[in-house]
């Protein structure tokens, strides 16, 4: 048993020391608006909706160590892990000695990206040009976005057995050579590809903005000088670093420990129980992954650089103050996973849906704390992305098309508060769905139904959030995929809060006749079905007989909860 | 020429100009804000610097006002707007589109929404995209609605149906039947707010000005009579988010145009003065007590955006591109967590104000650090406030230790550095998204601190040229006496840009033209167009006599220009925007002739950002800059001070203003 602990130490102790707190604070202030610009120029010039209305993408820079320096308000499942990326990438070229000015590299191994094949990465290295002497290499501008389809046995899997059915890999290829366009890799990506259309336009939307970003980076190394610029971002990441070590200081030391059950594997159909510990010692936190099932036979493993984001995600939303994260925030933090594992998969283990135990790690960690810091940590969520994807050819036309997108849950309920409804799950927070007007512009689909789900929030003190039903009617012959997770486990309710519903996806067909799915590729949709999905809610927090009547009553006005449901959970109210 | 009134209604102060035709003599009044009832500060201005007979004599009186604003802040009506909807979507305004404003904070959750639920109603009925009707309306589930409006007290409706953009029959039934129920009140309908797709944010719009309609037009009414009782015989226009002016009638039908016009006066004072010095790039630099305002303008025309966004609701709606972020005079410096210095979002506003004001505040801000600086005289801001550099010193002397900065000048500074740095990323974020390089524009600088960082924003931003207005304290005012009459509307419409667009495309700007008919007006059309396969697109104006070719091309450079590449792919048009603008008065001067002035021997200590140290340095009245004043040097005048680095130097110029230029760069 190979058991493998994941931790970014400082790189150069000693370097933040004199660095001017000033000049500090406006080179971050800096970076972070440049990442901001380079998110702004791919989503304006995006052609796929998963990138443009999604928003599914993160953008980010890194130093020349490889550290991240600032990343866009994107995606936070994508947090941190566009280091492994650069890393691979970079190796995958010939190293930093063979990066030259202009280039691009393409890299969407999953077991660099941490994600499925999908999920493709452009890195920029960018170059620092002194007066006299050579280019100096100073960092990296990065983006990685979800191509709507890269080849693999569907756009969207769930079935897959090993990593080789999801997708083509790029292992670290240059797709522009000292800024020339390498036709070879460029032809290769077209020939793999069932939209390749949309495939290139966001190509060169990510290209396009992974450069601009790139000059924003020089712009900053330029105005302050390279050895300037890293004694500061060196005193960014110490800044990074006392801010989470503060927080965690203030929990008691301890072991904490929870548990839950994935679903299935999409493959087989059994559930997957699995657990999380979490050591609080001091200002350092780890957590331990080493509990879970082997690696499953179905594609919900979570490569490394996943299983480290959804740590980072639940320390950052933890601990992070709000601010924007950068390499200094994740040091207190170390991961102990077990080769092999669902948590840190080999090759070729299938993972196209690696969301499914990285979203869930993320809320199991953060349950984890509920006994430490009770004040802080909410009730369960829906707890999932819901991905739906869709395509087919349109029948005037012939013309491919797809689409795909999450949808929002409802919030669990908190200690102060009644839990929100329809929010994107935290592992996608910054992400929107699209407005029906958008969708039926564009697609065969009449939306027949866009609700908050009464009697959904699970009852407590705090009630949880309402999920959303949702209702597509298909007008052309299609293909959807589901990707829902937490279809059986209801979302947990806290300090005696009752548990909301979970996910739920039902397909009524034309004839009357109706099915559930969770994990299934490649449904077929005949003209005149009714896509159902009803998204899950938040849990309570503490017992319903705590509830305010004057809250009870108000929800009932309002339609929240229906009176009988008030007079089942809340008696007192009435 | 014409004798035009404008007056502003901010946070703090009501502002006002008169330009007086017959003298030139321009009068300038600043009254504090009655939030409770607007209007009482607006005449308590007007009866301060305005007599009957100058009153009597003005054409127009142009009016900015936050009525609107502030009756979406308190939502103290929200009881009373009701809202229809298709069946099936009842919660749009409620599931908003998913998003956090916050996305790293666990427990955000939206505002309530403006209408609550039980007040949003269905109504039976479904229009598809194109337009064809799905489900025939059925005029019981409105009159339901109207029996439950009333029995609820609901006094202004919204009606949002989806896809009304392609068809709005529905819409236009379901207020007549609402009507034919015995519904007296105001109607709003998102075919005539908006016309553009996307339920959730039409449905905003819509709302918002359900709810504004409410409180603007008694408003507006109300002091439209007072100005009328006191002789005032001329027009009465009400400022536009989107730049330019309405008429009343207009205002009172569309009171969602005009929720946040504050700022743009601001950026319409600096186009005029870009057109008068000829500049073709400029940014503008508005710092006040709490926010930094900017805009970038190219060829003296205000930077529009076609959805803006208030208190988190975003709206279709024009809207002057000025972006915002909360460093002003009255930014909060403090040492965090971490021991890194911040400046801001929190201001410490009016009250308590700055640590060295009389009475103000504990917390050091940015005036405090320029005070200690010497940036700011003592005892010499307007309103003849006694400033106290012992408590500005003491304010910020604590943040030393966290920081590990050395004393209180190194604070001070690092506090000026750091509020610079932020109006910089603002300023790079206007230009370079429009694919402008900041190095080639000249800043104006305004407000009451703007020519305070003047020229350490030229350092920053590596500008050459920055320029200080006359009244620079007050030239936000001054966009309002040079407004046009705007009047807009739009529609979605998407289809490829091909051979038979231009007809269908003309065909629409007529419809919508013939809702803005005013007499005199210049009509300009816009439209939106995307590459087809993307959701964003670019808005490009359409000239008389343009074909297919010219169009594209015009496109193509736009887009090279925000982007950085071109495209071979198609295009699309995505929505057709029709503007007609009446040209008011154009011949106005821009100021008053200053007055002359001594120049005075008076020295004084000032922080050079240059030299990183404390140099002598003269302190010249504005009004006796006749020869070109070298840094470092404070220009003073009674609404500002110009803080003058090493390096700059600073010449009057005809027009009145003070052109800085940066003689060598840093």
């Given at each position: 048993?190979?058991?493998?602990?994941?931790?970014?130490?400082?790189?150069?102790?000693?370097?933040?020391?004199?660095?001017?707190?000033?000049?500090?604070?406006?080179?971050?202030?800096?970076?972070?608006?440049?990442?901001?610009?380079?998110?702004?120029?791919?989503?304006?010039?995006?052609?796929?909706?998963?990138?443009?209305?999604?928003?599914?993408?993160?953008?980010?820079?890194?130093?020349?160590?490889?550290?991240?320096?600032?990343?866009?308000?994107?995606?936070?499942?994508?947090?941190?892990?566009?280091?492994?990326?650069?890393?691979?990438?970079?190796?995958?070229?010939?190293?930093?000695?063979?990066?030259?000015?202009?280039?691009?590299?393409?890299?969407?191994?999953?077991?660099?990206?941490?994600?499925?094949?999908?999920?493709?990465?452009?890195?920029?290295?960018?170059?620092?040009?002194?007066?006299?002497?050579?280019?100096?290499?100073?960092?990296?501008?990065?983006?990685?976005?979800?191509?709507?389809?890269?080849?693999?046995?569907?756009?969207?899997?769930?079935?897959t057995?090993?990593?080789?059915?999801?997708?083509?890999?790029?292992?670290?290829?240059?797709?522009?050579?000292?800024?020339?366009?390498?036709?070879d890799?460029?032809?290769?990506?077209?020939?793999?590809?069932?939209?390749?259309?949309?495939v290139?336009?966001?190509?060169?939307?990510?290209?396009?903005?992974?450069?601009?970003?790139?000059?924003?980076?020089?712009?900053?190394?330029?105005?302050?000088?390279?050895?300037?610029?890293?004694?500061?971002?060196?005193?960014?990441?110490?800044?990074?670093?006392?801010?989470?070590?503060?927080?965690?200081?203030?929990?008691?030391?301890?072991?904490?420990?929870?548990?839950?059950?994935?679903?299935?594997?999409?493959?087989?159909?059994?559930?997957?129980?699995?657990?999380?510990?979490?050591?609080?010692?001091?200002?350092?936190?780890?957590?331990?992954?080493?509990?879970?099932?082997?690696?499953?036979?179905?594609?919900?493993?979570?490569?490394?650089?996943?299983t480290?984001?959804?740590?980072?995600?639940?320390?950052?939303?933890?601990?992070?103050?709000?601010?924007?994260?950068?390499?200094?925030?994740?040091?207190?933090?170390?991961?102990?996973?077990?080769?092999?594992?669902?948590?840190?998969?080999?090759?070729?283990?299938?993972?196209?849906?690696?969301?499914?135990?990285?979203?869930?790690?993320?809320?199991?960690?953060?349950?984890?704390?509920?006994e430490?810091?009770?004040?802080?940590?909410?009730?369960?969520?829906?707890?999932?992305?819901?991905?739906?994807?869709?395509?087919?050819?349109?029948?005037?036309?012939?013309?491919?098309?797809?689409?795909?997108?999450?949808?929002?849950?409802?919030?669990?309920?908190?200690?102060?508060?009644?839990?929100?409804?329809?929010?994107?799950?935290?592992?996608?927070?910054?992400?929107?769905?699209?407005p029906?007007?958008?969708?039926?512009?564009?697609?065969?689909?009449?939306?027949?139904?866009?609700?908050?789900?009464?009697d959904?929030?699970?009852?407590?003190?705090?009630?949880?959030?309402?999920?959303?039903?949702?209702?597509?009617?298909?007008?052309?012959?299609?293909?959807?995929?589901?990707?829902?997770?937490?279809?059986?486990?209801?979302?947990?309710?806290?300090?005696?809060?009752?548990?909301?519903?979970?996910?739920?996806?039902?397909?009524?067909?034309?004839?009357?006749?109706t099915?559930?799915?969770?994990?299934?590729?490649?449904?077929?949709?005949?003209?005149?079905?009714?896509?159902?999905?009803?998204?899950?809610?938040?849990?309570?927090?503490?017992?319903?007989?705590?509830?305010?009547?004057?809250?009870?009553?108000?929800?009932?006005?309002?339609?929240?909860?229906?009176?009988?449901?008030?007079?089942?959970?809340?008696?007192?109210?009435? | 020429?014409?004798?035009?009134?404008?007056?502003?209604?901010?946070?703090?102060f009501?502002?006002?100009?008169?330009?007086?035709?017959?003298?030139?003599?321009?009068?300038?009044?600043?009254?504090?804000?009655?939030?409770?009832?607007?209007e009482?500060?607006?005449?308590?201005?007007?009866?301060?610097?305005?007599?009957?007979?100058?009153?009597?004599?003005?054409?127009?009186?142009?009016?900015?006002?936050?009525?609107?604003?502030?009756?979406?802040?308190?939502?103290?009506?929200?009881?009373?707007?009701?809202?229809?909807t298709?069946?099936?979507?009842?919660?749009?305004?409620?599931?908003?589109?998913?998003?956090?404003?916050d996305?790293?904070?666990?427990?955000?959750?939206?505002?309530?929404?403006?209408?609550?639920?039980?007040?949003?109603?269905?109504?039976g009925?479904?229009?598809?995209?194109?337009?064809?009707?799905?489900?025939?309306?059925?005029?019981?589930?409105?009159?339901?609605?109207?029996?439950?409006?009333?029995?609820?007290?609901?006094?202004?409706?919204?009606?949002v149906?989806?896809?009304?953009?392609?068809?709005?029959?529905?819409?236009?039934?379901?207020?007549?039947?609402?009507?034919?129920?015995?519904?007296?009140?105001?109607?709003?309908?998102?075919?005539?707010?908006?016309?553009?797709?996307?339920?959730?944010e039409?449905?905003?719009?819509?709302?918002?000005?359900?709810?504004?309609r409410?409180?603007?037009?008694?408003?507006?009414?109300?002091?439209?009579?007072?100005?009328?009782?006191?002789?005032f015989?001329?027009?009465?226009?009400?400022?536009?988010?989107?730049?330019?002016?309405?008429?009343?009638?207009?205002?009172?039908?569309?009171?969602?145009?005009?929720?946040?016009?504050?700022?743009?006066?601001?950026?319409?004072?600096?186009?005029?003065?870009?057109?008068?010095?000829?500049?073709?790039?400029?940014?503008?630099?508005?710092?006040?007590?709490?926010?930094?305002?900017?805009?970038?303008?190219?060829?003296?025309?205000?930077?529009l955006?076609?959805?803006?966004?208030?208190?988190?609701?975003?709206?279709?709606?024009?809207?002057v591109?000025?972006?915002?972020?909360?460093?002003?005079?009255?930014?909060?410096?403090?040492?965090?967590?971490?021991?890194?210095?911040?400046?801001?979002?929190?201001?410490?506003?009016?009250?308590p104000?700055?640590?060295?004001?009389?009475?103000?505040?504990?917390?050091?801000?940015?005036?405090?650090?320029?005070?200690?600086?010497?940036?700011?005289?003592?005892?010499?801001?307007?309103?003849?406030?006694?400033?106290?550099?012992?408590?500005?010193?003491?304010?910020?002397?604590?943040l030393?230790?966290?920081?590990?900065?050395?004393?209180?000048?190194?604070?001070?500074?690092?506090?000026?550095?750091i509020?610079?740095?932020?109006?910089?990323?603002?300023?790079?974020?206007?230009?370079?998204?429009?694919?402008?390089?900041?190095?080639?524009?000249?800043?104006?600088?305004?407000?009451?601190?703007?020519?305070?960082?003047?020229?350490?924003?030229?350092?920053?931003?590596?500008?050459?040229?920055?320029?200080?207005?006359?009244?620079?304290?007050?030239?936000?005012?001054?966009?309002?006496?040079?407004?046009?009459?705007?009047?807009?509307?739009?529609?979605?419409?998407?289809?490829?840009?091909?051979?038979?667009?231009?007809?269908?495309?003309?065909?629409?700007?007529?419809?919508?033209?013939?809702?803005?008919?005013?007499?005199?007006?210049?009509?300009?059309v816009?439209?939106?167009?995307?590459?087809?396969?993307?959701?964003?697109?670019?808005?490009?104006?359409?000239?008389?006599?343009?074909?297919?070719t010219?169009?594209?091309?015009?496109?193509?450079?736009a887009?090279?220009?925000?982007f950085?590449?071109?495209?071979?792919?198609?295009l699309?048009?995505?929505?057709?925007?029709?503007?007609?603008?009446?040209?008011?008065?154009?011949?106005r001067?821009?100021?008053?002739?200053?007055?002359?002035?001594?120049?005075?021997?008076?020295?004084?200590?000032l922080?050079?950002?240059?030299?990183?140290?404390?140099v002598?340095?003269?302190?010249?009245?504005?009004?006796?800059?006749t020869?070109?004043?070298?840094?470092?040097?404070?220009?003073?005048?009674?609404?500002a001070?110009?803080?003058?680095?090493?390096?700059?130097?600073?010449?009057?110029?005809?027009?009145?203003?003070?052109?800085?230029?940066?003689?060598?760069?840093?």
């Open positions: 048993m190979t058991i493998v602990r994941t931790r970014f130490a400082e790189a150069h102790p000693g370097l933040a020391d004199d660095a001017d707190p000033v000049t500090t604070e406006i080179i971050r202030q800096a970076l972070n608006a440049a990442a901001e610009q380079m998110k702004q120029s791919l989503i304006r010039t995006a052609f796929s909706p998963i990138i443009y209305e999604a928003l599914d993408f993160a953008v980010a820079f890194y130093d020349a160590d490889m550290c991240m320096l600032a990343q866009a308000p994107t995606l936070p499942a994508f947090m941190g892990t566009l280091g492994f990326c650069v890393r691979e990438a970079v190796e995958g070229v010939g190293g930093p000695g063979a990066l030259s000015p202009g280039d691009v590299i393409l890299y969407n191994d999953p077991y660099g990206t941490g994600s499925h094949p999908q999920d493709a990465a452009m890195i920029v290295p960018v170059f620092h040009r002194p007066e006299t002497g050579d280019d100096l290499l100073v960092g990296y501008a990065t983006i990685k976005a979800h191509w709507l389809d890269i080849g693999g046995k569907d756009p969207y899997c769930t079935d057995v090993d990593v080789h059915q999801e997708g083509t890999i790029f292992p670290g290829v240059k797709l522009y050579d000292a800024g020339r366009l390498v036709s890799i460029y032809r290769m990506i077209v020939a793999n590809s069932r939209m390749p259309e949309m290139i336009g966001d190509i060169n939307a990510m290209v396009a903005g992974a450069r601009t970003g790139g000059e924003a980076l020089a712009a900053v190394v330029r105005r302050y000088g390279p050895d300037v610029f890293r004694r500061s971002v060196a005193r960014m990441y110490a800044h990074g670093e006392a801010l989470v070590r503060g927080w965690f200081e203030r929990l008691p030391d301890g072991v904490y420990r929870a548990d839950s059950v994935i679903d299935s594997d999409g493959v087989n159909g059994a559930p997957i129980p699995f657990g999380v510990e979490v050591t609080v010692a001091g200002s350092s936190v780890t957590v331990d992954l080493t509990g879970c099932p082997d690696q499953a036979g179905g594609p919900i493993n979570c490569p490394l650089p996943s480290v984001a959804a740590a980072r995600i639940a320390v950052a939303f933890l601990a992070g103050a709000g601010e924007q994260p950068n390499e200094g925030h994740f040091r207190p933090l170390e991961l102990v996973t077990r080769l092999g594992s669902l948590f840190h998969p080999v090759r070729p283990a299938p993972c196209f849906m690696y969301g499914v135990p990285s979203d869930h790690a993320i809320e199991l960690i953060i349950r984890a704390l509920a430490a810091v009770p004040d802080v940590v909410p009730a369960a969520s829906g707890g999932d992305i819901n991905a739906l994807v869709w395509w087919g050819n349109r029948e005037a036309t012939g013309e491919p098309w797809a689409d795909g997108a999450p949808h929002p849950v409802g919030q669990g309920a908190s200690r102060s508060a009644d839990g929100a409804s329809a929010l994107m799950y935290i592992s996608e927070s910054a992400t929107r769905f699209t029906s007007e958008v969708w039926e512009a564009r697609n065969p689909w009449r939306i027949e139904r866009l609700a908050l789900a009464e959904s929030g699970g009852p407590g003190r705090h009630r949880g959030g309402l999920g959303l039903d949702l209702s597509f009617r298909v007008l052309e012959d299609q293909y959807l995929t589901a990707g829902l997770a937490r279809t059986a486990l209801e979302p947990w309710g806290l300090d005696g809060g009752l548990a909301g519903r979970p996910n739920r996806l039902t397909v009524e067909y034309p004839d009357g006749r099915e559930d799915f969770s994990l299934k590729t490649r449904i077929f949709l005949p003209t005149g079905s009714v896509v159902h999905l009803r998204t899950g809610s938040g849990g309570g927090y503490g017992p319903p007989s705590e509830r305010d009547p004057e809250a009870v009553r108000a929800d009932v006005r309002e339609g929240y909860i229906s009176p009988e449901q008030a007079r089942r959970h809340y008696p007192h109210a009435f | 020429m014409t004798t035009v009134i404008g007056v502003d209604v901010g946070g703090t009501t502002d006002l100009v008169l330009h007086d035709a017959a003298t030139g003599e321009i009068r300038i009044a600043k009254r504090p804000t009655t939030p409770a009832a607007p009482l500060g607006v005449l308590a201005a007007v009866d301060a610097a305005v007599p009957g007979e100058l009153l009597a004599r003005c054409r127009h009186f142009v009016h900015g006002t936050t009525v609107g604003l502030n009756a979406l802040l308190e939502r103290a009506d929200a009881r009373t707007v009701g809202l229809v298709t069946a099936g979507f009842r919660d749009v305004l409620e599931i908003r589109r998913g998003d956090r404003d996305p790293y904070d666990l427990f955000w959750t939206p505002p309530p929404p403006l209408v609550p639920r039980r007040l949003r109603v269905e109504a009925e479904r229009v598809a995209a194109d337009g064809s009707v799905v489900r025939p309306l059925d005029p019981d589930s409105v009159r339901r609605a109207a029996e439950h409006f009333a029995a609820e007290g609901v006094d202004t409706v919204a009606v149906l989806i896809n009304s953009y392609a068809n709005p029959e529905h819409e236009l039934r379901t207020a007549e039947l609402l009507r034919e129920a015995g519904f007296t009140g105001p109607i709003s309908l998102s075919h005539e707010v908006s016309g553009e797709y996307r339920e959730y039409r449905t905003c719009t819509t709302v918002v000005d359900a709810f504004v409410h409180r603007m037009g008694p408003y507006l009414r109300n002091l439209a009579r007072e100005l009328r009782d006191r002789g015989t001329g027009e009465l226009l009400v400022t536009r988010s989107g730049g330019g002016a309405l008429t009343l009638a207009e205002a009172v039908a569309r009171p969602f145009e005009t929720i946040l016009s504050g700022p743009v006066a601001g950026a319409a004072a600096t186009a005029r003065l870009a057109e008068t010095l000829g500049l073709p790039a400029v940014v503008a630099a508005d710092v006040g007590g709490t926010s930094f305002d900017t805009a970038l303008i190219e060829e003296a025309r205000l930077p955006l076609f959805q803006g966004e208030v208190l988190g609701l975003p709206l279709q709606s024009p809207w591109d000025v972006r915002s972020v909360g460093a002003g005079g009255g930014s909060i410096a403090y040492a965090d967590f971490g021991g890194l210095l911040r400046v801001g979002p929190r201001s410490a506003g009016a009250d104000g700055p640590a060295c004001y009389p009475g103000g505040g504990t917390e050091p801000t940015v005036t405090d650090a320029a005070l200690h600086l010497g940036m700011i005289p003592a005892g010499r801001i307007a309103g003849g406030l006694d400033l106290s550099p012992g408590r500005a010193a003491d304010a910020l002397a604590p030393a230790g966290p920081t590990g900065l050395a004393g209180t000048d190194a604070v001070a500074e690092g506090v000026i550095r509020a610079t740095a932020h109006m910089a990323q603002a300023v790079r974020g206007v230009t370079v998204e429009r694919g402008v390089d900041p190095r080639g524009t000249a800043i104006v600088a305004f407000g009451g601190a703007g020519p305070l960082f003047g020229c350490l924003l030229a350092d920053e931003l590596d500008v050459d040229t920055v320029v200080i207005p006359p009244n620079a304290g007050n030239f936000s005012a001054v966009g309002l006496v040079q407004a046009d009459i705007v009047r807009s509307a739009a529609r979605t419409l998407v289809r490829p840009l091909d051979a038979e667009a231009p007809p269908v495309i003309d065909r629409m700007a007529g419809a919508l033209f013939e809702r803005l008919a005013q007499d005199g007006a210049v009509r300009e816009h439209l939106d167009l995307r590459h087809r396969g993307q959701e964003h697109t670019l808005t490009i104006p359409l000239r008389p006599g343009d074909d297919l010219a169009i594209g091309a015009r496109f193509s450079e887009y090279h220009r925000a950085g590449h071109r495209l071979p792919d198609p699309e048009v995505v929505t057709v925007r029709a503007t007609s603008r009446v040209v008011l008065d154009r011949s001067p821009l100021v008053p002739a200053p007055p002359s002035a001594e120049a005075t021997a008076e020295t004084t200590h922080w050079s950002f240059r030299e990183r140290a404390r002598e340095a003269p302190v010249v009245p504005r009004a006796a800059c020869e070109p004043v070298e840094g470092p040097a404070l220009v003073i005048e009674p609404t001070t110009t803080y003058l680095d090493a390096g700059f130097t600073a010449e009057a110029h005809p027009s009145g203003c003070l052109v800085i230029k940066r003689k060598d760069r840093r």
